[in-house]
Structure formats: structure tokens, C-alpha cells
């Protein structure tokens, strides 16, 4: 347990002695009441070689630029990132900041050289962003030990692991346990420099286990204080009404505001120390103020509201980011790895998924990457790094696949709809393989490991729809640029209205602040379009960043590119019409051996066609590609397969039977193809494109609907174009055939000058028209399309996506139009009430704005689907008396004696 000298907040940034180093008694005092796992530190102890006392001045220091990330507490605005990323790069060691709000992450390239990570988070901390990370206990070790090998006292010890790379905090108990907090997003090289530095510190291997850390987190803090001063702002309003005088009410409310706005507080002075200015700083001012002026009642209210309503305010957007996740969102962190040679049965309905989220804190393994087995069980869990090629893992029912691999034992059922759109999981067992970062839905399966982390085949896709979520949309940088503007304009035009309107009442300064903070015009973009990106990642759309949807949401013509949008490319043999005196069989067996080598569909449908009918291909040699098909030699003699309509340039002489069925075919809309021997050609293949996606004819029709002009641009003939169009009542005028690539940039072009354009292709021959389109759509697997070649990715085979996609959009604009009305309407009309004196009092303009907030995130979150809004809204005042709960019964466990 630790103890009660433990300090929350970090304001030191520099290598001195560190505020936070908690000072630790030298025996154990007590133990908690509450029953704990037996962990391997109740254990006696392993003795720790300390023959050789190190003096810590000379501990090896760590070098080197490193990428890495983790998740935060408290990040629940736009704002409180951008603050974060300006205090942060203030710091020497710190480059390439990211802080996401929405993803209530912090990534960063870091110099061990240049100082340590831990003040890094120190920062941060200090800001109200802790780490939401798992504390893991160093097994076998205890603090006292470890002092005296270093030479120092145990508080300088502290700072000697916070110097260690990867280390984010650590913690000292009362029994001597060293409990260390891990940045989770790290390269392996930092996993394995960080195993080596505290080796050398401890003077043993590393072991570690995952530990329950009893320090209170500065959110914690937040609703401990928050529930402190509401029983005393009950004694001010009953003092106030049986008359006390306005000194003992300030004696009974003070304690409350300095408890229940500790936090608030403690936040606002860091953004000060870190000239950042914030909600904090402004409720803070206005908690001061209404306590200078002797109104206790309204600035405990104000205190209390804040600490209620920010804890809110977080765990709307926490519920909404799990509301976003789905999709290829994430690869896991930690993999359950066998270590038995027979994998331990699993009853599904027992299968219990284990933490793959990124606050899942690190297992029990040792410097040398070997883990130290559950006694209970054939498997250990492990991070993603010590997973190698050939280990066998186990994976469970709902959980992410953390490595590609080849199932061994077990059967179950893949969602694959992120990488093929498909809706109903597909059937795996024995033999399939499959990718990390899709779902097994149903489970659970053993596989064997044949890649990991960025050798897997989804790995690139996973990156960047990360990194696509991140992309603001451009309405976003215009609310941001407005904002800095707006708030030094409140700041002093707040002023400005009490000295010329109310100049006997400052009280007015404070209202206009706290009404006014854009902290709810920060979050109406970024939400709603996080929640699309991430649903329409969930069914297998991927698009390439918040401004995408914005323009997606605005499109009114639509290109399609025939082949792969709407047809799958995979064209069936029709008719083989023979030249007179020649034989079929002989015509397919050629046939067979020069389409053997080739990719074409009209060469896998000739193939096809030989397999099912059970005739083998004819020898051909020499084999190769020339512009109208493939030639080759069969006995001494040149043979093509060729399109009809280049022959006349290669001067085949074609009989007149083989003219008459080509025109036959070209009228019916098929294509069609040559076999030539000796330049004669002696058979015509004809191939029927009757292969149209199911969905292809509603896909218009429900464009149409949404008053959308379609056009087909396409390769083929015009006549099988034009017979396509009419198959899925398209108007011919509407489906041009026989353009070239150069030719279809050009159609876009013109139509970009009148409207807002979508191209859908392929991604790779249609890369210049996707690129010039407003928006460039590739449909295709996702491991073949080119995420560089459009704006959307979809990897699906369902055209009815696309106006899935349109529909989402438009909502999410709808969304955000809708949160933008409510913020500035909000807004504006507090402040109108404010100088129009229609209400006085602070904790109303403190509660409506954050309302406001919270409304914002929800009405956002709707998009990712779930449970909806009003069941979100319902959760989260549960889980506001749930953490005020556990909050104080660690409060209770921490500092009051057994």
C-alpha cells in the first residue's frame, strides 16, 4: 500500500530532486483490507546480489531517438490536446508530438539523451493527463535492497528508475514493493534497452507481474473532493437559513473549496506554470472570486459542478471512443502464448477475454524474454514483442487476433468484415489462416504464429486507418483558428463589459469567462467525424481522414468504373465457334497450353472451362505477351490467342463463318477471342459478362434517389457497356465505353468543374482519375488495393457500400451542423443573459456549459452505432456514482489505519 506522502501532481521538469518521490516507510505497517490475488512478490524473496555498491552517479545513461506512445487520462477536448502538445514541446527531449482527443492518446518521438520519458509524463500529469496505464511489480526485489546496492537513500532511488528508459512513474509501498509504469506503444529496441538498465539497477534479471497500485489518480482526487465539499455546501445553505454570520460560513465552506477545487486547482496553476490557459484556469478564477466576494454557497456549487461534471465529461468520450472501436482499429498488445505441448481445452461459454486494450498492463516475463507460466493454466500472456514466428497462441471468443497464423486445434467463426465487407463471419477451422487485427467472433482456436506486427499482412492497412482518424477535417482548423481568436476577444471583452455596463459589479468578468470557453465548439467536429471514420471502418470502408467525409457528405455525381465496381471481372466461357474442317478438342487443348501462364479472366475462364470438362492442356512453348494477347509455338507452328479486333493489324486471315459469330457476339454485348495457328484463325471464344455484383442495379437506383448522377467509364466495347447499363436501368447516354485512363481523367476533369465528383475504380489503372476526382473511391481487397491511390478504401465486392457510405457522411454532417447550432447558440445566448442581467449566479453558466459539452460528445458518438445515445447518457452517471465509490474506499484503504 502506499503512502499517504505520495504526491498526485508533477510541476517539476527539470533533473533535480522530483516532487512525486513518495517517501517510504522502512517496514511494513499495515496490510489492506481487501482481498488481492496472491501475487509472486508474497512470495519470500529472492536476496538481491549487493555485494558491489553502485554509486548512482555513474549509472549508465540511456541514448538514443526513440517513437513511442501511450494512453492518457482526462484528454476530453481538442483543446486540452492542443494545450498538452504546446507544453510538451517546450521540453528538449521531445519531437514530432501528437496528442489525439479522440483517441485520448499522446505519440512522440523522445532523445533518451536529451532527458527521460518520465518527465514527459511528468507534463503531462501536471496538466491532468496521467498516465491510463497499469503499474507491474518488480518481482523478488524490494526498495531498501535496491537503495543500498545504488548507494542512495530510497527517495533519491526514485529518481534513479524515472532516468530508466521506458519508465513513465514508479511507486514504492509500504512493504517495499517497486511497482514501475510502462509506456505500451514501444519499439522492441526500447523493450529490450529498458529490461537491460533495470537489470543493471536491481543487480538481478528483471521479472515482472502485474500489480494493483493503491495511488489515487488525479481523477480520482477530482470526485473525492467533489463528494468532501457537497455535505459542507448543504451546512452553508442551512447556516445561511437559520442566519450565521458570513464568517462561519466562510469557515465551514472554505475546507469544502479548498478540497473539492484542489484539483482544479492543482490543473489550473500547471497550465500558468506552462502558459497555457484553460477552463480550469477560468473556473478557478471564478471559484476565487466568489469566495473574495463572500458568496460560499455559489462557489462550492461552482467547485463541486466542476469536479462532477468534468469527470462526466471524460467518460462520455471514453464510452464513445469504445463505441468507435471496430473495424481494423488496432493490433493487441499482449498475446496469450502456449507454453504446454498440448493446449488446454477451453469450453467456449468459459472463454473470458483478457485484456487487449491499450491500459492492459504488462505480464510476467524476465529480461530474457522468457515468462514465468500461470500455475493454473498451459499459457501465459505476453507482450506482442516476445511473440516469435512458430510459437503456438491461443485466442478466445471476441478477441483481437494479435499474429497472422495458421489454426492448429479449434474451429470458429471470422469477422472479416472490415477487410472484405463481408456482414455473417466466415467459418475457420484446422489448416485456415488468419490476420491480425480482425475480431474472432466466435471461438476459441490455437494457431501457430507466421508473422507479427509490422510483417503482418494487414499491418500497413491497420497504420493507416490510425493515422486517417487523425486527420482533422478542414471545418476543424477554421473552428480552431476561430477560437484563438475568440477567447483572448472574451477575455477582454469581458472586461470591457464591466467597466462601461456594470462598473460596480466584477462579478460579471467571471460570468463572461466561464459561459464562454469554446470547450464544446472544440469537440463538434472532431467526434462525429471520428465516430464515422470508425463506422464506416466497422463495415469495411475505409476513409482516408475527417475531411473525406466532409467532402463525401457534398457529392452529387458519381463515376463508376465497370469492371471490379460493378462487375467482378470474371467473365464465363460462352461459345467455342469452330472454323470449318477444325476440331474442338483440339481448339480447347491449344487453348489450355497458351492461357496456362496467364492471369487475364478470360484466361482463367478458358482454364476453368478445360477443368470442369476434363480436357489437358496442349504443349506450348515460348510463351509470351504481346499488345492484343499471348503467342507462343505448338508443334513447329506459331499459335496466338488473340482479340478479334486487333487481327486485322497481326494480318490473320479470319474465315467468314468466324466474322459472322463475332458480330453476333459483339451485338449481344460479350467479348471475344482468336485462336490462331499459323496466321489462320481456326477458333472464336466468346465470354459472357454476365457477371454482375448483386446489389449493382440497386446501387443506382439508390444513388438515383439520393439525387445523384451516375455515369459508367469503362474500357470495354461501347456495345457491352451500353448492354450493361441497360441491364441495371442505367440510360445508355449515361455509359460510355472504350475510354482510356488519359481519357477518363479527362471526363472527370470536365465534370469537377460542375460538380462534386466521386470516382470509384480500381486503384491502380484508375489511379489519375481517382486523384483528380474530389473524391477518389478504390474498390478491391485490401491487400492489393492502393490506400495512395484514393481517398476511400473499399475492400469489398458489395456496390451497395457506396451509398451505405454517402448515407453515413451526410449524416455525420448533419451531426456536426447540428452541434455547431448548439454550441455557438449555447454560447452566445449565455452571454446575452449575462449582460442582459437575466442570471447572476456562476454555477449556472458552469452546468450549462458543461452540459453542452457532454451533449456535444454524445449526439457525436450516436454515429458509431451501440447502444445509443440515451443508454450512454444513462451509463455514464452510473459509472459517475461507481468511480466515486471506488474512489473513496481507496481513500479509505490508503490512509486509514485497519
Known amino acids: 500500500m502506499s503512502t499517504g506522502n505520495d504526491e498526485e501532481v508533477f510541476l517539476s521538469l527539470d533533473d533535480g530532486d522530483e516532487l512525486d518521490t513518495p517517501k517510504v516507510a522502512q517496514k511494513p505497517t499495515r496490510k489492506p483490507r481487501v482481498k488481492k490475488p496472491k501475487k509472486a512478490s508474497e512470495q519470500p524473496p529472492q536476496v538481491v546480489l549487493d555485494a558491489e555498491i553502485l554509486d548512482a552517479t555513474i549509472i549508465r545513461q540511456a541514448i538514443g531517438q526513440f517513437e513511442i506512445g501511450w494512453p492518457l487520462m482526462g484528454m476530453d477536448c481538442p483543446d486540452c490536446a492542443s494545450k498538452a502538445t504546446r507544453a510538451l514541446n517546450t521540453l528538449p527531449q521531445v519531437t514530432e508530438t501528437s496528442v489525439s482527443a479522440t483517441a485520448g492518446t499522446v505519440k512522440l518521438t523522445v532523445d533518451l539523451e536529451r532527458g527521460s520519458l518520465s518527465q514527459v509524463s511528468s507534463v503531462l500529469r501536471s496538466l491532468g493527463h496521467a498516465p491510463n496505464v497499469g503499474f507491474n511489480e518488480l518481482v523478488g526485489v524490494r526498495s531498501s535492497q535496491v537503495a543500498h546496492r545504488n548507494g542512495v537513500d530510497q527517495r533519491k532511488l526514485g529518481k534513479i528508475f524515472r532516468q530508466q528508459p521506458g519508465v513513465l512513474d514508479v511507486e514504492f509501498t509500504d512493504d517495499e514493493r517497486i511497482l514501475l509504469q510502462f509506456a505500451l506503444d514501444v519499439p522492441q529496441d526500447m523493450f529490450k534497452l529498458r529490461d537491460s538498465h533495470l537489470t543493471e539497477v536491481i543487480g538481478s534479471p528483471v521479472k515482472y507481474v502485474p500489480a494493483e497500485s493503491y495511488r489515487i489518480r488525479p481523477d480520482q482526487w477530482r470526485l473525492i473532493g467533489g463528494g468532501i465539499a457537497l455535505p459542507l455546501l448543504f451546512l452553508v445553505i442551512l447556516g445561511e437559513l437559520v442566519g450565521l454570520s458570513s464568517i462561519f460560513l466562510g469557515m465551514i465552506a472554505i475546507p469544502g473549496l479548498l478540497i473539492g477545487g484542489l484539483q482544479m486547482f492543482k490543473e489550473a496553476f500547471a497550465s500558468i506554470r506552462n502558459r497555457q490557459l484553460g477552463f480550469q484556469v477560468l473556473t478557478s478564477l471564478a471559484v476565487i472570486g466568489a469566495a473574495v466576494l463572500g458568496m ?165 492497412l491497420i497504420d493507416a486507418v490510425h493515422t486517417f482518424r487523425e486527420e482533422p477535417p478542414r471545418l476543424q482548423s477554421s473552428i480552431e483558428l476561430f477560437t484563438a481568436i475568440w477567447v483572448p476577444i472574451v477575455l477582454t471583452g469581458a472586461v470591457a463589459v464591466w467597466y462601461f455596463l456594470f462598473p460596480d459589479d466584477w462579478k460579471v468578468i467571471l460570468l463572461i469567462w466561464v459561459v464562454a470557453c469554446p470547450c464544446a465548439l472544440l469537440l463538434a467536429t472532431p467526434v462525429p467525424h471520428a465516430a464515422a471514420l470508425s463506422r464506416s471502418a466497422h463495415f469495411g470502408a475505409i476513409a482516408r481522414g475527417g475531411d473525406v467525409i ?27 465457334i469452330m472454323a470449318n474442317g477444325r476440331q474442338l478438342s483440339s481448339a480447347l487443348k491449344l487453348a489450355g497450353g497458351l492461357e496456362a501462364r496467364s492471369s487475364h479472366p478470360y484466361a482463367l475462364s478458358v482454364m476453368a472451362y478445360l477443368l470442369e470438362k476434363q480436357v489437358s492442356a496442349s ?79 440497386e446501387l443506382i437506383s439508390a444513388l438515383r434517389k439520393r439525387s445523384i448522377n451516375v455515369e459508367i467509364l469503362s474500357g470495354d466495347h461501347q456495345a457491352a457497356v451500353s448492354a450493361f447499363a441497360k441491364s441495371v436501368d442505367l440510360p445508355i447516354s449515361s455509359a460510355h465505353g472504350g475510354l482510356s485512363p488519359e481519357q477518363k481523367v479527362q471526363w472527370v476533369q470536365n465534370r469537377s468543374k460542375t460538380h462534386i465528383t466521386m470516382m470509384v475504380g480500381d486503384g491502380f489503372n484508375d489511379a489519375a482519375a481517382l486523384a483528380i476526382a474530389d473524391v477518389g473511391v478504390a474498390v478491391g481487397t485490401g491487400e492489393t488495393v492502393n490506400l495512395e491511390a484514393a481517398d476511400v478504401l473499399i475492400p469489398s465486392d458489395n456496390p451497395l457500400m457506396l451509398s451505405d457510405l454517402i448515407d453515413l457522411a451526410r449524416q455525420a454532417q448533419r451531426i456536426l451542423m447540428g452541434n455547431l447550432i448548439i454550441t455557438v447558440g449555447i454560447t452566445l445566448s449565455l452571454v446575452a443573459a449575462v449582460i442582459l442581467q437575466l442570471y447572476d449566479e456562476l454555477w449556472v453558466g458552469v452546468l450549462i456549459h458543461e452540459a453542452s459539452v457532454i451533449l456535444v460528445i454524445l449526439n457525436g458518438a450516436r454515429l458509431a452505432g451501440g447502444e445509443g445515445a440515451f443508454a450512454l447518457l444513462a451509463s455514464i452517471f452510473v459509472s459517475l456514482w461507481r468511480d466515486t465509490k471506488e474512489a473513496f474506499e481507496l481513500l479509505k484503504l490508503r490512509y486509514l489505519p485497519a
Open 296 to 460: 460560499w454557497e455559489e462557489a462550492l456549487v461552482v467547485a463541486i459542478l466542476v469536479a462532477f461534471t468534468a469527470h462526466l465529461e471524460g467518460d462520455a468520450l471514453v464510452k464513445a471512443r469504445k463505441a468507435m472501436q471496430g473495424g481494423l482499429d488496432r493490433l493487441p498488445r499482449t498475446a496469450r502464448r502456449v507454453t504446454g505441448n498440448k493446449p488446454k481445452k477451453i469450453e467456449p461459454k468459459k472463454a473470458l477475454s483478457f485484456a487487449l486494450q491499450m491500459s492492459s498492463p504488462a505480464p510476467l516475463l524476465g529480461a530474457d524474454g522468457c515468462a514465468l507460466p500461470d500455475p493454473d493454466a498451459e499459457h501465459e500472456t505476453v507482450p506482442i514483442e516476445l511473440i516469435q514466428i512458430g510459437n503456438l497462441i491461443e485466442i478466445r471468443s471476441g478477441e483481437l487476433i494479435p499474429a497472422d497464423g495458421k489454426i492448429i486445434e479449434g474451429h470458429g467463426s471470422l469477422d472479416k468484415a472490415p477487410l472484405t465487407g463481408e456482414s455473417v463471419p466466415v467459418e475457420v477451422s484446422a489448416g485456415d489462416e488468419i490476420q491480425a487485427g480482425l475480431i474472432l467472433a466466435r471461438g476459441p482456436v490455437i494457431i501457430e504464429v507466421t508473422a507479427v506486427g509490422e510483417a503482418t499482412r494487414l499491418s500497413e
Open 550 to 576: 466532409e467532402r463525401l457528405s457534398k457529392v452529387n455525381h458519381i463515376l463508376l468504373d465497370k469492371t471490379g465496381t460493378l462487375t467482378s471481372g470474371k467473365p464465363r466461357l460462352g461459345e467455342v
Open 619 to 697: 504443349q506450348v512453348i515460348g510463351l509470351s505477351d504481346i499488345e492484343a494477347g499471348v503467342k507462343g509455338r505448338a508443334n513447329g507452328k506459331e499459335v496466338m490467342f488473340i482479340r478479334f479486333d486487333r487481327s486485322k493489324q497481326l494480318n490473320v486471315v479470319v474465315p467468314k463463318e468466324l466474322h459472322a459469330a463475332y458480330k453476333s457476339a459483339e451485338m449481344k454485348g460479350h467479348g471475344a477471342s482468336l485462336l490462331v495457328r499459323n496466321g489462320e484463325g481456326i477458333a472464336l471464344f466468346t465470354f459472357i459478362h454476365d457477371d454482375t455484383h448483386a446489389g449493382s442495379k
